[in-house]
Every structure is written in C-alpha cells, then in structure tokens.
C-alpha cells in the first residue's frame, strides 16, 4: 500500500535505521545464501544448488512436521487447561489465586534447562511416558501456559465482561451457556492472540525439548542444532531455509487470524 | 407529556385482541423487607430499607452517587445478597433465595451490556433461546419486539454499529422479551449525550406505561426520574429518606435533603429577632413569614417562586446583582439594596423578563411558596 509521508526523515536517522536493519539482516540472507550454494568456503562463484535441501528433507523432514504438530497440539492443551484457568483468576479476589498467578510465570524466568531436568527427575521412571511425544508437550505446555493464562485473564478481568456475564445470568443463562456462548466469544482476540504466541514459542522452543527429546522425538529446533554440530555448515543453512518456508506462512496465516477476529470482535 | 410517533408504533405491536402481550400479562409487586448491605470490607453501602413497589408501577431510585441506589437495585436483582434478615418478596413469593437466573426479572444496564458478537435481533432474542423458545416463536417475537421499539432494518447490524439511543432500544428489547415480572433499569440513560437523552427518555416511560409492567429505575438526574417514575424513593447515605410521587416530593418535601435534592432552594435563616417580628429577613429585605411558619429558625423558597416585578411595586427592594441566560430562562441573583455584601436569593424569571444588571426590584414571594426548613436528623 503506498504511503506519503509529509514529514522528510533526517538523514542521520535514515543512516542509523539502514545500519540497523543490514546488521540484523546480513546473518540471516547469509545463511540462506549459505544453503543455497555448493560449498560456502568458495564463495557464490562455486554455484546454486538444492541438493542441501534435498538432503535436510531427507534426514530431518519428520522434525518438522513434528514440530507443526508438537506446537499445535500445545495449542489445543493450552486453550482446555488456560481459558478456564484465566476465568477462575480473573474472577477470584483471593490473595492464593494472586500468588498461584505469580507462580504460573516461573516457568518462563527459569532456565529450560532446569524445568527439563525436574520433569526428567520426577517422570523419568514412567518410561512410557518418559519416551512419548507427550513428554515434550507436557514441558511445552509448561514453558508457554503463561502466555495463555496473562493474555486472556486480562481480559476476562475487564469490567465490561462482568457486566456481560451479570446480563446473560439476568436472561437466565446457566454457567456453560454464558461461558461458551458469551464470555469465550467475547474474549476471541485474546484468545486467538494467546494462541499465536503458544504456538510461536512453541515452534521456536530448543532449551526444554533438547533436554527432553529422545531420537523418535526430535523437533525442528533440535535438529537444526545437530545438523550445525554434526553436519556441512550447508546443510545447517539449508535447515534454516527450510524452517522460513514452512513456519513463516504457518505464522502469517495465524497473524490473519487474529486480526480477523479482532475485526469482527474487537471493537465494542 | 408528548407521545409522538413512538405511541402509533407501540400501538402497531400491540393489537387490541392481545392487550399487554409485550409484558407478563400481570403485573407483580415488589416487596423490599429490612434489606441491607455490607460488603466484605466493612462498608455500609445499604442501611437496613424496607420498600414496597406496587403491582405495574414504575419507581425511581433517586440519589447521588454512592447512596445506595444502585446497591439495592442489585440486591432486589439478585446480583448481591442482601445482609441476613432481609427479604425480597415478588407478588408475594420469598425470592431472597432466589439467584437472578430464576428470580424471573429483566435488566437493563448503564452502558447496556450488549452481546457485542452477536446482531440486534440475536441479542433481543438470547433470552427465548436460553429458555428453548422454538425458533420460529422465537423468530415472531423479536420480530414484535423490534417493530416496538422501532429498530426496524437494523436487525442484522452489531451493536458497534449502532448508535447510542438505539442499542439503549436494544437493551430494553432483549430485557422485556423474556416476559419478566419486574424490569430493573440500572441508571439507563446515563451513557446518551444530553440532547438525545430527552427524546429516549420519553420513549422509555411511554413504553413502561404500555407494557405495564412493574418497573425500578435508578438514577441520578431528577429531571428523568420525574419524567419517567410514577413514584420516586430518594436515597442519601444508604436509606430512602423521601417516597412518594415527584410533585408531592417537590411542592412539600419533607426531607430536607429531599428539598435540595430535587431542585434548587434557596434557604433563608431566621435570627430570633426576625421569628419575633413574625418576618423573614434577608438584609434589609423583609417578607412576612407565615403563621405556620412563625418557629421555624429557617425557611426555603424555590427559585421559580420567587416573583421579581418593578421597584415601587409590592414586596421588598432588591437590587439584581447577576443575571444569568439559560436559554428557557433567565436566572436573577439578589441581594437587599444597597447591601452588596448580603446573601443573594435566586430568583427564575421567564426569559422575556425585562430585567437588567444593576437594576432595583421588587421581590414578593407568595405566602403559601415558603417551605419549612427541617434540622436533619442525625
């Protein structure tokens, strides 16, 4: 969409911004370029190439789908366990439920590394469970419920919402009714919003699951690790091209999403 | 009071061959028994109040913020219990039990708590649906509704969409349809802009009259709660201290928070040397003070009764030291002449008075005008 400005920016304001932008982009239009070419000591003179993606596909194709997969499903657990959490804090003038809010948030101040290792410490003996893709949704729902439970008990809070609510009890409506047909309804932006940072955090997670994961369940981020460590730095850069093509559309769509929502509920 | 075009189309929705088929089809009292409310901090915001509210009656709530109107409004909703002991009783039957989902009553909120995902029609219709109203019935119904309160071609639009006074339109739509026994109106006309809150405020009582159906109204606007209520319960600091219909409550209050509350008064103290002259004095100015009056150690007297004519005619000169245009109006403050430093009286003229800054009047005030001045009980 075209813009005009009637403000001229100065130029030095221009320079630091261009500066900015080519130091956060330089790394990764070279990692592209890196898994795009046939061997990266040489330089762009050696040639384009796909057999780099070829071969990531080839070895790592079921991580990434694993991935789309891990961080859908922490969707899903997110919304059943957070909307009805967000509604019970939202609606509690406890001083408990204020400290249990305080304690939801720990997970994200502590290291990956230690909450995978308490998980493995108390779960590590129900080997079934020990080695299921469950295991490393368990940790992720752990890492990303916060961000679910803040974002929507914020607005569950709102105090309009209990107006909402005091309207629907006045026409009669039990608890489910006004629940699913009023209030989730109502807060469908921060809902949808929740959920694309779940999903987001989800997606990106390396601390948790690389302590988690066993061979079976080995998601995108981890092996991108394993490709750098073990593998041509190509290969690596190719991961990360193909973590571009197939993430950034799936976040766009999301994006889309929320912002359709925020349309048709947002303003009041 | 004009009934203009919202008459004719109430009158459209409501054929003769089914009288009342918008209300309950009978009217219930309401019966409020020693109810009072402390919330969990300690505070006191509903003394204990008894109040009876009769069968199709609209009554209004009247205070300023913080008096305890919109507490027992809720208590009688059922959005708050009452402390132990009260009881709220709907034609009879003990509700205090009662949750609001079953107490069978109809809300209308101040900024009208519309379902904002839903459209005009689904929202005026999501009572029938709770109560599993087939949706053809249901269908029939907000489509009577809609037409009686005039929301014709604006059933498909989202309350975002509309306006103030029609999602208010809305409000009372999805309130009424469910059939309720009493219609609680939580300060409903606070969120319009002035100009428009007139006009919906007529509406609203001509509508209450025809559904008759018993009504509570809360408010702080005297002006809507004279227009609309048939009675009015004045509230200050958690009690009713004035109940009765508005003229009664202005021409003889018996409160005085009552007198000042509804209306402006001016009050005029009475040294013992005046009470013996059998005068009220302001200054130099004097009228005679009615035997009836003759203990009293002040008096009121409304603006609008006071009489201002020319100087040398009867009553006692006074000088205008401010006169004010309101528009339908014109507001005069008084002091004695020649005593710039006096108390003022205010005085409302017509605005075609011929009155002027700086001239000297004459001020009479007839007999029967001046109102007792009560000591407020502690």
Same mark, same amino acid.
């Given at each position: ?33 890196? =898994? ?32 789309? %997969? ?11 366990? =957070? ?33 995978? %290792? ?6 590590? /003996?129900?080997? +079934? ?15 990303? %419920? ?67 994961? $066993?061979?079976? &369940?080995?998601?995108?981020?981890? =092996?991108? @690790? ?9 290969? +690596? ?32 | ?22 209300? $309950? ?10 109810? @009072?409310? $402390? ?64 107490? +069978? ?16 029609? @689904?929202?005026? =219709? ?24 005039? %929301?014709?071609?604006? *059933? ?65 606007? /005297? /002006? *809507? ?7 009015? @319960? ?13 003229? &009664? ?52 007297? !409304? ?19 401010? !006169? ?43 007999? *029967? ?10």
């Amino acid at each position: 969409m075209a813009r005009s400005s009637t403000r001229r920016a100065s130029p030095v304001l221009l320079g630091i911004t261009l500066a900015v932008t080519i130091f956060t982009l330089a790394p990764m239009v070279l990692s592209v370029t890196a =898994g795009l070419i046939n061997n990266y000591s040489v330089g762009i003179r050696s040639g384009f190439t796909l057999r780099w993606l070829q071969e990531v596909w080839s070895v790592y194709g079921d991580t990434v789908w694993r991935s789309l %997969l891990l961080a859908t499903s922490c969707v899903v657990a997110a919304l059943v366990v =957070g909307v009805p959490a967000a509604y019970a804090l939202a609606r509690s003038r406890s001083r408990w439920m204020r400290l249990f809010e305080e304690l939801l948030t720990l997970p994200v101040a502590v290291p990956g590394l230690a909450t995978a %290792l308490v998980l493995i410490l108390v779960y590590g /003996q129900m080997r +079934g469970f020990r080695n299921s893709f469950a295991f490393i949704l368990v940790g992720h729902l752990v890492f990303t %419920l916060p961000f679910m439970v803040r974002t929507v008990s914020a607005a569950f809070s709102r105090p309009e919402l209990e107006t909402l609510e005091e309207a629907a009890r006045s026409l009669g409506a039990s608890f489910r009714q006004r629940f699913f047909g009023i209030l989730v309804p109502a807060v469908m932006p921060s809902i949808t919003a929740g959920s694309l940072m779940v999903f987001t955090l989800s997606v990106g997670e390396f601390n948790l699951t690389w302590m988690l994961h $066993t061979p079976l &369940t080995r998601t995108l981020p981890v =092996g991108l @690790a394993d490709s750098y460590a073990s593998m041509r730095l190509e290969i +690596g850069s190719a991961y990360t091209l193909v973590f571009f093509i197939v993430v950034l559309p799936v976040l766009w769509v999301l994006q889309w999403i929320v912002q359709l929502f925020e349309r048709r509920y947002g303003n009041r | 009071m004009e009934t203009g075009d919202f008459a004719s189309a109430a009158d459209a929705a409501l054929p003769a061959t089914r009288p009342k088929a918008m209300g $309950t089809g009978q009217s219930t009292r309401v019966d409020v028994e020693e109810c @009072a409310k $402390t919330f969990p901090d300690g505070t006191r915001a509903l003394l204990p109040t008894s109040l009876a509210v009769e069968a199709g009656e609209v009554l209004a709530l009247l205070g300023p913020s913080g008096c305890g109107k919109t507490t027992l409004l809720r208590v009688i909703a059922g959005l708050e219990s009452a402390d132990p002991g009260g009881r709220i009783l709907f034609g009879g039957e003990d509700v205090t039990a009662r949750p609001i989902e079953t107490r +069978g009553i109809g809300m209308v909120f101040q900024h009208y708590a519309l379902f904002p995902q839903m459209t005009a029609a @689904a929202n005026i =219709g999501y009572g029938l649906k709770i109560r599993g109203v087939p949706e053809d019935e249901r269908r029939r119904r907000v489509g009577e509704l809609v037409d009686l309160v005039r %929301l014709n071609g604006l *059933e498909h639009k989202r309350p975002a969409e509309l306006s103030g006074g029609q999602r208010q339109r809305v409000a009372l739509a999805r309130a009424v349809a469910v059939r309720p026994r009493v219609l609680l109106l939580d300060e409903p006309l606070t969120a319009l802009d002035a100009k428009l809150k007139e006009s919906v405020r007529d509406e609203l009582a001509e509508l209450l009259r025809r559904l008759h159906i018993t009504a509570i109204h809360v408010t702080h606007d /005297q /002006q *809507e709660a004279l227009a609309i209520a048939d009675r009015l @319960a004045i509230m200050q600091a958690g009690r009713i201290v004035g109940l009765g219909d508005g003229e &009664t409550l202005y021409r003889t209050p018996t409160h005085p928070f009552v007198t000042e509350f509804l209306g402006r008064v001016n009050r005029i103290e009475r040294d013992p040397a005046a009470r013996s002259a059998g005068e009220i004095r302001l200054g130099d100015a004097a009228w005679p003070c009615p035997p009836a009056l003759s203990e009293n150690v002040a008096v009121l007297v !409304r603006p609008e009764d006071v009489r201002v004519g020319p100087a040398g005619t009867d009553g006692a000169r006074m000088t205008v030291a401010r !006169r004010v245009f309101l528009g339908e109006r014109v507001q005069l403050h008084l002091r004695p002449a020649g005593m710039p430093d006096a108390a003022t009286l205010i005085a409302e003229v017509d605005r075609d008075h011929g009155v002027r800054n700086g001239d000297t009047v004459g001020v009479s005030i007839a007999p *029967e005008r001046w109102m007792p001045w009560y000591e407020e009980q502690a």
